[in-house]
C-alpha cells in the first residue's frame, strides 16, 4: 500500500514512518511519498528517514516530490499535515493577536481564526484533487485547525477524509496511569470538538472510575491536567477537560503569560527548526540524531506559558516521549485496509452524535473504525456550560469557512467578533487588518 504524506519536509513526520518501521502486519504501507512545497525541507526528512530505515530488511520505500498531483495518484492513504505560512506565518498570528490582548494561539481564538483563513483554501484544493486523482484513497487530516480544515474538505470527499488529534489520545493515557489502568483496556466517555472536548467518563471492566478520581485531590494532583486546570475547577465540571481548554479557563493568565514571555511559542519553534534544518543541509550531520535532539525540547516545551501560568511544573517524562497522533494514523490505517475493527478518538462528521449540532458539522467523539470508514458512537448529552462553548465555537467555524469560500472580508471579521475569547468587534476588525496586512495567503478577503 501506498502513503502520500502531504507536508513530508514537516519536522513531525518522522514519528509517522517510525510508526511505519514498528509494523510488521501483512498488507501494511510498502511506499512512503513526501510532498512538500520546500525541496531543502524535503531532503533534510528523507535523511532522518534513512538513517530510521537502515538496518530494516522490509522498511517502506521514501521517494519526494514537490509535484503534488504526482504525489496523489495511486494512494491509497493521503496524511495531510501542512503549515500554510509556515512557522512564521504562526508567529506573526501570535504577535498581531497579543498586541490587542487576545489569545493568538495556533487553534484557539484569534491565531486558530487566522491559520484556518489561510489554510482552508488550500484544504480545498488538495480534497478537489484527490477527488479526482485518487478517489478511493482515504484522507487522514492532522493540518490544524483539525476539525475546522476536516469539515472544509468533507465537503467534497465525505467520509472519506477522517481528522485526526493526539491530545485526547494523552488524556485518556494520563488519567488511566493515574487510576493504575492499562491505557490500552479503557473506554473513554469523551466529545466535544477538536481541542475542545471533555472527558465524562473512564471505564475499567465496565466500571466508571471517573468518579473515584474526581474525588480525590491527591490524584487529581497527579497528573499534568490535574495541576493545570486545579483540582477544586475539575470536582467542579465533573470532568477532565481536554489540555487546550486552559485557553477558554483561564484566559487572562494565558494571555498575560504569553506577553510576558521572551517568545512566543511559534516564534521558538521557528527559531528552533531554522537551527535543525540549517544543520542538516551539512552532509556530515547525523540526522536521526538531530532530529532526535530537537524534537525532545519541542516536547518539553509544549505548553510551557499554561503551565507557568498554572504553576504546574515541568512536563512528565511519560509525556516527553512521540505525542501519539502516529500511533492513531497507524492504528486508523490498519482498521481500515485489513477490515479490523477498533474504537478510535476522531474528528468526523456529526450525523445525530450530539443533537445540538446538525449533521455535517465535524465533532470529535469515539468512533468505530472498520473497512468502511469511522463512524460516530452515541454519547451522553453534553452539559449546559459545554454545549454552548461548543456551540458557540462552532458557528465560529461556519463563519470562517464561508470567509473562505466567498472571499468576504466582512464574514471574516464576523468569524473574529463571534469567537468567546475576541471580545470586541473593533478588535476584530483590526485584526483582520492587521492579518490581511502581513500574510500574501489573505489576499482574496476583500
Not at 465537503?155 to 477522517?162: F, K, N, T
Amino acid at each position: 500500500m501506498r502513503l502520500t504524506i502531504l507536508g513530508g519536509g514537516g519536522f513531525r513526520q518522522p514519528l509517522v514512518y517510525g510508526a511505519l518501521l514498528a509494523d510488521h502486519a501483512e498488507g501494511r504501507i510498502t511506499r512512503v511519498v513526501l510532498h512538500d512545497v520546500d525541496a531543502a525541507r524535503l531532503t533534510a526528512i528523507a535523511r532522518v528517514l534513512a538513517d530510521q530505515a537502515e538496518g530494516v530488511a522490509d522498511a517502506p520505500r521514501v521517494t519526494v516530490t514537490t509535484d503534488l498531483d504526482d504525489a496523489l495518484r495511486g494512494a491509497d492513504f493521503v496524511f495531510s499535515a501542512i503549515r500554510v505560512g509556515g512557522l512564521a506565518g504562526r508567529a506573526a498570528d501570535e504577535r498581531i493577536a497579543l498586541a490587542e490582548d487576545v489569545l493568538g494561539q495556533e487553534t484557539v481564538g484569534a491565531g486558530g481564526i487566522a491559520y484556518g483563513l489561510r489554510t482552508v483554501p488550500v484544504a480545498v484544493d488538495i480534497a478537489r484533487r484527490v477527488a479526482r486523482l485518487a478517489p478511493d484513497a482515504w484522507v487522514i487530516n492532522f493540518t490544524n485547525p483539525a476539525g475546522l480544515v476536516t469539515e472544509a474538505m468533507a465537503r467534497h470527499l465525505g467520509d472519506r477524509v477522517i481528522g485526526i488529534c493526539d491530545s485526547p489520545v494523552g488524556l485518556g493515557r494520563r488519567v488511566a496511569h493515574a487510576l493504575g489502568a492499562d491505557p490500552a483496556t479503557v473506554s473513554l466517555d469523551y466529545a466535544g470538538l477538536n481541542h475542545l472536548g471533555w472527558l465524562r467518563g473512564l471505564r475499567v471492566d465496565g466500571r466508571d472510575e471517573l468518579p473515584r478520581l474526581l474525588a480525590d485531590p491527591e490524584l487529581l494532583g497527579s497528573f499534568e491536567e490535574g495541576r493545570l486546570f486545579g483540582a477544586d475547577w475539575l470536582q467542579s465540571l465533573g470532568a477532565i477537560p481536554n489540555e487546550y481548554l486552559h485557553y477558554y479557563y483561564f484566559n487572562r493568565e494565558a494571555v498575560r503569560a504569553c506577553q510576558q514571555a521572551d517568545q512566543t511559542r511559534g516564534a521558538f519553534l521557528q527559531e528552533q527548526q531554522a537551527t535543525f534544518y540549517a544543520k542538516m543541509e551539512r552532509p556530515d550531520t547525523p540526522a536521526l540524531a538531530a532530529w532526535d535532539r530537537t524534537r525532545a525540547e519541542r516536547e518539553a516545551t509544549y505548553m510551557a506559558h499554561n503551565r507557568e501560568a498554572a504553576g504546574a511544573g515541568e512536563r512528565d517524562a511519560a509525556d516527553l516521549e512521540s505525542g501519539g497522533y502516529e500511533k492513531v494514523a497507524l492504528a486508523l490505517m490498519r482498521a481500515i485496509a485489513h477490515d479490523q475493527r477498533t474504537t478510535l478518538i476522531l474528528n468526523v462528521r456529526n450525523r445525530t452524535t450530539l443533537a445540538v449540532l446538525d449533521e455535517s458539522a465535524v465533532v470529535e467523539v469515539p468512533c468505530s473504525v472498520d473497512a468502511h470508514g469511522a463512524h460516530p458512537l452515541p454519547v451522553s448529552p453534553l452539559p449546559l456550560h459545554a454545549t454552548g462553548l461548543v456551540c458557540a465555537v462552532k458557528a465560529v467555524e461556519r463563519e470562517v469557512l464561508a470567509a473562505a469560500d466567498s472571499g468576504s472580508r466582512a464574514t471574516a471579521v464576523k468569524a473574529f467578533a463571534l469567537h468567546p475569547l475576541v471580545d470586541s468587534v473593533a478588535v476584530a476588525r483590526r485584526l483582520v487588518d492587521g492579518y490581511t496586512s502581513v500574510h500574501p495567503a489573505l489576499s482574496y478577503l476583500r
